[in-house]
């Protein structure tokens, strides 16, 4: 079945540092692919998504490119601050009914000031 | 809007006790969805429903039952409670927006700790 694969953390990086969160996937079809992120003690809110390869979503200064050759969606953000700090769910979607959303295990990261 | 809303947003349950859940959304959402958070391994869905009266089974749904009446109420029940069930719960809703269907955002509560001793 579809499935999410994403580097576990947790990850730690001082303010300014370059962020790579990798995230690969297995899926049937062409699935949309998904960056939620928790903030302490809140639900999740999606921070980017991409629906066609090659796609490029961004917000908030993350970026993420829908790579279908390598079934790879990797998070990226040239200068993480400290409120960034989070866990960060790589996911996707397929064809089907209800718009099910498939979830990796999330990756814990933390910004030293 | 207040969005997802989960009551409540703590208990503590005895084994064997019941509860229930209940998430509330004001977007006029068709797609509801209740989820478990556990270490290590994200969301796992639980059951979901697709519009007013309908529910169906999701990843995990031993143990739990659920019930959508009002299009805006989605109820997630635990009939006897196990120490298994100790969880982190999030309720979710969508709208469908046609098309492909898979490219639906997920709109999610804030979430409910709920302890089994």
């Known amino acids: 079945g579809d499935s999410v694969t994403q580097m576990e953390g947790p990850v730690t990086l001082s303010e300014e540092a370059f962020l790579t969160i990798n995230c690969t996937y297995t899926?049937?079809?062409?699935?949309?692919l998904f960056w939620y992120v928790q903030y302490p003690g809140e639900g999740l809110q999606l921070l980017l998504k991409?629906?066609?390869?090659?796609d490029k979503g961004s917000n908030k200064g993350f970026e993420a490119t829908y790579r279908k050759e390598t079934t790879s969606f990797h998070l990226e953000k040239g200068s993480v601050q400290v409120s960034d700090s989070a866990v960060y769910f790589c996911?996707?979607?397929?064809?089907?009914?209800?718009?099910?959303?498939?979830f990796g295990s999330g990756t814990r990261l933390s910004i030293r000031p | 809007n207040a969005g997802v809303t989960q009551t409540p947003k703590f208990r503590v349950l005895k084994t064997g006790q019941s509860m229930t859940l209940l998430c509330a959304q004001d977007?006029?959402?068709?797609?509801m969805y209740w989820y478990r958070q556990d270490p290590g391994m994200g969301l796992r869905l639980i059951h979901y429903?697709?519009?007013?009266?309908?529910?169906a089974k999701g990843e995990v749904p031993d143990g739990y039952n659920v019930s959508r009446l009002k299009k805006q109420n989605f109820l997630l029940g635990l009939e006897s409670a196990a120490p298994s069930q100790t969880s982190v719960y999030f309720c979710?809703?969508?709208?469908?927006?046609?098309?492909?269907?898979?490219?639906?955002?997920?709109?999610f509560g804030p979430g409910t700790r709920l302890t089994v001793l």
């Open positions: 979710a809703s969508s709208y469908p927006t046609g098309g492909s269907g898979g490219t639906d955002t997920q709109y």
């Open positions: 899926a049937t079809g062409y699935p949309s």
């Open positions: 991409a629906t066609k390869a090659d």
């Open positions: 996911a996707l979607s397929g064809y089907s009914s209800a718009s099910k959303i498939i």
């Open positions: 977007m006029n959402h068709e797609y």
């Open positions: 429903s697709v519009g007013e009266g309908t529910t």
